[in-house]
């Protein structure tokens, strides 16, 4: 069974400071995708970024950028240049069976971390 | 770039009526998700399709169905609502595999 653990309820950090957003995942399968998604007040789903079990590089996205630890089987979000608009909540979830960056699999998510920016 | 389009965005309805929400995937997208979200809560799978074929199954209620048409939308329909159904519902949609793009969510409230 797989498995997502988002640890940090809520996060707070300062505007144009980086931070760091933990998730730990646990699966038997050694082809796996991992995203992350922003889910502002408003309700929508915003895609992030997205790690192939077998990217050998951490996956980048302008601001966003993945700490991938394999052995470790965490997945850490980090995010530079904080901005007020950054404040939402974020969600890592998986994907069992990916191949080569593509699964018909669903997505798994984990609890989610509260991100609040101030000024 | 063109999203994914899910109607109606907001649903009010009252306990044992029926729902239907419908969804239309990004253009060319052959693979279409069903999520639930319940309040404060992380959404959970309910069901997919790939090319019209219902491709996994989550914890979806037997009281809801669903189902992919000959244009790719899709729709799930929803009978004896009960008050545990409030929740956001997600359709999401991918092309070959690749990513699971979300649309804007139906929030719906039975009362």
């Known amino acids: 069974a797989q498995k997502i653990t988002q640890t940090q309820p809520g996060m707070f950090v300062q505007e144009k400071e980086a931070v760091t957003l933990d998730c730990t995942y646990d699966t038997s399968d050694p082809s796996y995708g991992l995203f992350w998604y922003k889910q502002p007040s408003s309700g929508e789903m915003i895609f992030l970024i997205y790690q192939g079990s077998y990217d050998q590089q951490n996956a980048t996205e302008g601001r966003y950028s993945l700490n991938f630890q394999k052995a470790r089987k965490s997945a850490n979000l980090v995010i530079s240049a904080s901005q007020l608009g950054d404040s939402a909540m974020y969600f890592c979830?998986?994907?069992?069976?990916?191949?080569?960056?593509?699964?018909?699999?669903?997505?798994?998510f984990g609890q989610g971390t509260i991100l609040t920016v101030h000024p | 770039a063109a999203g994914v389009i899910q109607s109606p965005r907001h649903l009010i309805k009252e306990k044992r009526e029926t729902a239907t929400l419908k969804c239309y995937p990004i253009?060319?997208?052959?693979?279409v998700y069903w999520y639930q979200q319940g309040p404060g809560q992380d959404p959970q799978f309910l069901i997919s399709?790939?090319?019209?074929?219902?491709?996994d199954k989550g914890s979806i209620p037997d009281r809801f169905s669903a189902q992919q048409f000959s244009d790719y939308h899709s729709e799930l329909n929803m009978s004896s609502l009960e008050l545990g159904d409030s929740a956001l519902y997600f359709c999401a949609s991918s092309l070959e595999g690749v990513g699971q793009y979300f649309g804007p969510g139906t929030r719906l409230t039975v009362t």
């Open positions: 399709f790939y090319e019209k074929m219902q491709s």
């Open positions: 253009p060319r997208h052959d693979t």
């Open positions: 979830a998986m994907r069992e069976g990916d191949a080569g960056g593509t699964s018909y699999g669903k997505l798994t």
